[in-house]
C-alpha cells in the first residue's frame, strides 16, 4: 500500500512538471504557438498530445481514488477481524495475535500482564436484561481503555476482550507500582459507575510480571495471570 501511494505520488510529480513546461514553452515561444494555430499538422498532433495528458491525468486520479477506497475497505476488514464486534477494544483472536507476536522472542524485562474476569454478568442480564449485560461490557470495556491512557499511556498498553467475559490487558515499560495504580484506577471507575444507577460490575483480577515463577515468554506470563485471576 505505501509502495503503491509513492509510486502514483511521483507519477502526478513528473505529470505536473512535464504538463506545466509544456505550456510554459508553448506559450512563451512565439514561433511555435503561431505554427500551431497555423499548421493544421501541428495543430492536430498538438491536440492529441493534450489529449494523452488529460486521459493521463484521468486515469491518475481513478487509481488514487480506488487507493483511497481500497485502503479504507482494508481499515474496515482489520477493524472487523481484529475488533470485537460489541466494544470496539481487541478481539480474541487481535489478543492472539499480539501474544504471537512474541512468539520464539525473549521475553522483555519489563512487560507486565492482567486477567481480568467478570464474575456477576449472568447476574447482570438476569436483572437488566441481554441488553444491560452488553452495556456493563462496553462500560467496562471503556473504563479499562481510560485507566490505560491515565496510568501508561496508548503506546505501551493492549487492552482486549478475550472471549466472553474475560479481558486482557499486556503492558510495556510496566512495574508493580503501575500495575497497581492501573488497577486502583480500574476499581475507581467501575464503582462510580456503579453508583450511577448502573447494575455493579463485580471482577476478580491476576497480574504477573515477567521474570516472576520463571516466566520467561509472553504466553506463560498470560497463563500465570490467567491462573491468579481464576484464583482471585
Same mark, same amino acid.
Given at each position: 500500500?505505501?509502495?503503491?501511494?509513492?509510486?502514483?505520488?511521483? &507519477?502526478?510529480?513528473?505529470?505536473?512538471?512535464?504538463?506545466?513546461?509544456?505550456?510554459?514553452?508553448?506559450?512563451?515561444?512565439?514561433?511555435?504557438?503561431?505554427?500551431?494555430?497555423?499548421?493544421?499538422?501541428?495543430?492536430?498532433?498538438?491536440?492529441?498530445?493534450?489529449?494523452?495528458?488529460?486521459?493521463?491525468?484521468?486515469?491518475?486520479?481513478?487509481?488514487?481514488?480506488?487507493?483511497?477506497?481500497?485502503?479504507?475497505? %482494508?481499515?474496515?476488514?482489520?477493524?472487523?477481524v481484529?475488533s470485537?464486534?460489541?466494544?470496539?477494544?481487541?478481539?480474541?483472536?487481535?489478543?492472539?495475535?499480539?501474544?504471537?507476536?512474541? &512468539?520464539?522472542?525473549?521475553l522483555?524485562e519489563?512487560?507486565?500482564?492482567?486477567?481480568?474476569?467478570?464474575? %456477576?454478568?449472568?447476574?447482570? %442480564?438476569?436483572?437488566?436484561?441481554?441488553?444491560?449485560?452488553?452495556e456493563?461490557?462496553?462500560?467496562?470495556?471503556?473504563?479499562?481503555?481510560?485507566?490505560?491512557?491515565?496510568?501508561?499511556? &496508548?503506546?505501551?498498553?493492549?487492552?482486549?476482550? %478475550?472471549?466472553?467475559?474475560?479481558?486482557?490487558?499486556?503492558?510495556?515499560?510496566?512495574?508493580?507500582?503501575?500495575?497497581?495504580?492501573?488497577?486502583?484506577?480500574?476499581?475507581?471507575?467501575?464503582?462510580?459507575?456503579?453508583?450511577?444507577?448502573?447494575?455493579?460490575?463485580?471482577?476478580?483480577?491476576?497480574?504477573?510480571?515477567?521474570?516472576?515463577?520463571?516466566?520467561?515468554a509472553?504466553?506463560?506470563?498470560?497463563?500465570?495471570?490467567?491462573?491468579r485471576?481464576?484464583?482471585?
Amino acid at each position: 500500500m505505501k509502495k503503491f501511494e509513492t509510486i502514483k505520488t511521483i &507519477q502526478l510529480i513528473i505529470y505536473i512538471l512535464l504538463a506545466g513546461t509544456a505550456l510554459f514553452t508553448v506559450f512563451r515561444d512565439r514561433e511555435l504557438y503561431q505554427m500551431i494555430g497555423a499548421d493544421p499538422h501541428v495543430r492536430l498532433l498538438s491536440i492529441i498530445l493534450w489529449a494523452l495528458l488529460a486521459l493521463s491525468f484521468l486515469f491518475m486520479f481513478f487509481d488514487f481514488g480506488s487507493y483511497t477506497d481500497l485502503k479504507r475497505e %482494508n481499515l474496515e476488514l482489520d477493524h472487523a477481524v481484529y475488533s470485537d464486534h460489541l466494544t470496539g477494544i481487541a478481539n480474541r483472536f487481535s489478543c492472539d495475535a499480539y501474544i504471537g507476536r512474541y &512468539q520464539h522472542r525473549p521475553l522483555p524485562e519489563d512487560m507486565g500482564c492482567i486477567t481480568i474476569d467478570l464474575v %456477576n454478568l449472568r447476574e447482570i %442480564n438476569a436483572r437488566a436484561g441481554h441488553e444491560g449485560g452488553d452495556e456493563a461490557i462496553r462500560d467496562f470495556s471503556e473504563i479499562l481503555l481510560t485507566a490505560s491512557r491515565n496510568v501508561f499511556g &496508548q503506546k505501551e498498553f493492549f487492552v482486549g476482550r %478475550n472471549g466472553g467475559n474475560k479481558f486482557l490487558a499486556i503492558c510495556r515499560k510496566c512495574t508493580e507500582d503501575k500495575l497497581r495504580a492501573y488497577l486502583a484506577a480500574v476499581g475507581k471507575m467501575t464503582e462510580a459507575r456503579g453508583s450511577s444507577g448502573k447494575p455493579v460490575i463485580r471482577y476478580t483480577e491476576g497480574h504477573a510480571l515477567a521474570g516472576e515463577e520463571g516466566t520467561d515468554a509472553l504466553d506463560v506470563l498470560v497463563a500465570l495471570s490467567d491462573r491468579r485471576a481464576a484464583r482471585a
